[in-house]
């Protein structure tokens, strides 16, 4: 099925670190959605954008939906460690509910 | 708010039994819910999206027949894998979509692992 890229895969941080990753795609999406899935657990909401160039914050969390709508961005500001994870961006066309999702990128914060 | 779970969180079963997984919005209606596949370390792929007196849509590659998907009210869409087998070992999750407010925001429910021996 159809993806999202999302980089870096992986990436290992010290405590306290910003972070930053991001998603492209080919295609053009009517929304933007930031995911944290945790092992053994289903995705939990982040963050949603719904219109190009909005940034959006919740907590130490920013992102914000691309201009040209085919690309979004997160950061996530002095790491924690439970901010351990996979952060999986999300896309959705308009006029569906359906969602095509990011790769994953795998953060882990060394205390 | 917007809570959603599933049943069993875990299950496992012999080849060639079936198995029915849950899932329920606790504190909103969904005329519309998801079913995700997701192998280990992989993201989660769509399945098929399940619709409240309708039938259910599947992605391309998915077996209807293999994958049966009721979706008896506006707060439950339940999943079953008809003979089971060991391939069909994974993660499987559901998500909903409130009703209200109109957002096409999914929530996801905690996820079913499912090991077929």
């Not at chain 1, 909005?54 to 901010?83: H, M, V, Y």
């Not at chain 1, 952060?87 to 095509?100: D, M, P, R």
Request: charged fraction near 15%; aromatic fraction near 10%; charge should be neutral.
């Amino acid at each position: 099925g159809q993806q999202l890229n999302q980089s870096p895969q992986s990436m290992f941080i010290q405590e306290g670190e910003d972070v930053s990753m991001n998603c492209t795609s080919s295609s053009i999406f009517n929304t933007w959605l930031w995911y944290k899935q945790e092992p053994g657990e289903g995705p939990v909401l982040l963050i949603a954008l719904y219109k190009a160039g909005e940034l959006t914050s919740n907590g130490r969390l920013t992102a914000q939906f691309g201009i040209t709508r085919k690309d979004s961005f997160l950061n996530i500001s002095a790491s924690i460690p439970s901010d351990v994870g996979i952060y999986f961006c999300a896309g959705s066309f308009s006029g569906t509910y359906k969602y095509i999702f990011g790769t994953g990128t795998r953060l882990k914060v060394l205390a | 708010g917007a809570v959603v779970s599933q049943h069993p969180s875990r299950v496992i079963c012999k080849s060639g039994t079936s198995v029915k997984i849950e899932c329920r919005s606790l504190d909103f209606q969904a005329t519309t819910m998801f079913w995700y596949r997701q192998f280990p370390k992989k993201s989660l792929m769509l399945m098929a999206t399940s619709n409240e007196g309708s039938k259910a849509t599947y992605e391309q590659g998915v077996e209807k027949d293999k994958f049966l998907i009721n979706h008896a009210s506006l707060t439950l869409s339940t999943l079953t894998v008809t003979s089971a087998h060991p391939e069909d070992s994974s993660f499987y999750i559901c998500s909903a979509v409130p009703d209200h407010p109109m957002t096409d925001t999914q929530y996801f429910g905690p996820g079913t692992r499912l090991t077929v021996l």
